[in-house]
């Protein structure tokens, strides 16, 4: 998932979050990820999810999540610009 801010006097910022993907499991949102972007507030959300898990009493379960900041050229027009980014 790739976030792109105009910062000024630093132009473009992506902010990139991976998480794996369960391919088949059931999500609590129904998706690995989801993005609130407030028209009220000047902020926007990156949320990333898991796949719902049952766990006994005492169990844990963890997803690691990796973050990232990086510089954008430009402003992404298709996935395999966004994908660049990511890897």
């Given at each position: 998932m790739l976030g792109v801010l105009d910062v000024t006097g630093l132009g473009l910022v992506g902010y990139c979050k991976q998480v794996?993907?369960?391919?088949g499991e059931a999500y609590a949102h129904g998706v690995v990820a989801s993005v609130f972007n407030s028209d009220r507030y000047p902020y926007f959300e990156m949320e990333t999810h898991g796949?719902?898990?049952r766990?006994?009493?005492g169990g844990r379960y963890e997803i690691e999540e990796r973050q990232?900041?990086?510089d954008v050229a430009s402003?992404?027009?298709h996935e395999n610009q966004v994908r660049q980014y990511l890897s």
């Open positions: 794996p993907v369960f391919p796949p719902l898990v766990l006994p009493p990232a900041l990086c402003w992404p027009e």
